[in-house]
């Protein structure tokens, strides 16, 4: 198998253990603990009124980088989580702003090395929390997708015409945006890596499933029926398969029909690269069943949760920004009757 080689790489965690017994000398001390700040359960109170928390699930928003929450969530969710949706900085060399307000910075001090060993580690500790049936997405750009997709490989494992464990998909997720180069071909497109622990994964196709429609696809015969119906119909090894026009079809590796946010998009709560609710939508049914835990360490504009919590599924949720866990928590509060949900932060 391939291997990305960069200045200082080093794992975290041995990417084929199956929790935190294998941490190496550089992992964050595993002695902190998630302190709880906020809980709503109707209404909001101070930690110390409603400690220690009864044995309800809460769904939990934390403060924090994802280089301390990660280890310390391994102690309780190690092989728990069911699905995993990621959309981390890209490696812009930009800082991202909501007016005057930062959401965070993704310049690396100009490192590729600096940026490639951050985003080995934080792969290394999402496949350490993935359960043996789970899937993990990794949302990037034309920037690292490339990189992103070798350290993946080597820690979920690589199987010829993706089966087994490992890669399953390089979604496409193609928009229109404004901006047009003179120099190069528009930039319209981002990547979406799925991967899995096992070859025991979840997927749903008839959940996300496209209408076929009456349009001709590939070489298919057409047939209308006295009724009006269209038929198609397509012979493979002398077999003669037909579908008809209200048959679903499992949306193909290249997603054109989810917009892009714009910027005055109703949906928007003021997150500078928040990513559309259809998006998650789409992964969350695909690749969970209800009451299944969804984990997002970047959770931004707080889509995730939303979503996870509005399809029925339990989520943890985290970000480093400020900016990012006010919107979340405004976002998750706007809700029609939210599930009970904590807001944490990590203590010594």
């Known amino acids: 198998m391939a291997e990305l080689i960069w200045k200082g790489k080093e794992a975290t965690l041995n990417p084929r253990s199956n929790g935190p017994t294998d941490y190496q000398t550089t992992a ?9 700040i906020e809980i709503f359960n109707g209404q909001y109170h101070h930690s110390e009124e409603i400690l220690p928390l009864n ?9 924090g980088e994802k280089s301390a ?6 102690s309780e969710f190690a092989g728990q989580v069911d699905l995993i949706y990621i959309d981390p900085p890209f490696m812009t060399g930009r800082d991202f702003k909501s007016g005057t307000e930062l959401a965070y910075s993704d310049k690396w001090a100009n490192s590729l090395d600096t940026y490639l060993q951050w985003l080995y580690e934080t792969f290394v500790l999402l496949r ?7 899937s993990l997405y990794v949302h990037l750009d034309w920037r690292v997708t490339h990189y992103a997709r070798v350290m993946l490989d080597e820690i979920f494992g690589s199987h010829p015409n993706a089966q087994g464990p490992g890669f399953k998909n390089e979604i496409i ?3 229109q945006s404004g901006g047009r180069s003179l120099k190069h071909y528009a930039r319209k497109h981002d990547t979406i890596l799925l991967y899995t622990r096992s070859a025991r994964y979840c997927f749903h196709a008839e959940r996300i499933g496209v209408r076929r429609g009456s349009l001709k696809r590939n070489h298919m015969k057409k047939r209308t029926d006295t009724d009006g119906r269209v038929n198609w119909t397509i012979s493979s090894a002398g077999r003669v398969y037909t579908y008809d026009e209200d ?3 499992t949306p193909s590796d290249v997603w054109n029909d989810i917009s892009h946010l714009h910027q005055k998009d109703p949906e928007r709560n003021g997150y500078t690269t928040q990513k559309p609710a259809a998006l998650l939508e789409r992964i969350i049914l695909a690749s969970s069943e209800e009451n299944d835990l969804v984990l997002d360490c970047f959770c931004g504009s707080g889509v995730t949760p939303a979503i996870a919590e509005q399809l029925g ?7 480093q920004s400020e900016l990012a866990l006010r919107l979340t928590r405004e976002r998750l ?9 904590v807001i944490q932060q990590l203590t010594e």
């Open 28 to 36: 964050p001390p595993l002695n902190r603990h998630f302190h709880t």
């Open 128 to 134: 350490a929390l993935l359960a043996q049936h789970g």
């Open 313 to 319: 599924r339990r989520w943890i949720a985290c970000d």
């Open 333 to 341: 509060l706007t809700q029609d009757q939210p599930s009970p949900f």
């Open 69 to 74: 929450v990660l280890p310390a969530l391994l």
């Open 173 to 175: 997720w193609h928009y």
């Open 247 to 249: 048959t679903l079809m």
């Open 55 to 63: 044995h309800r699930w809460y769904n939990r928003l934390i403060a």
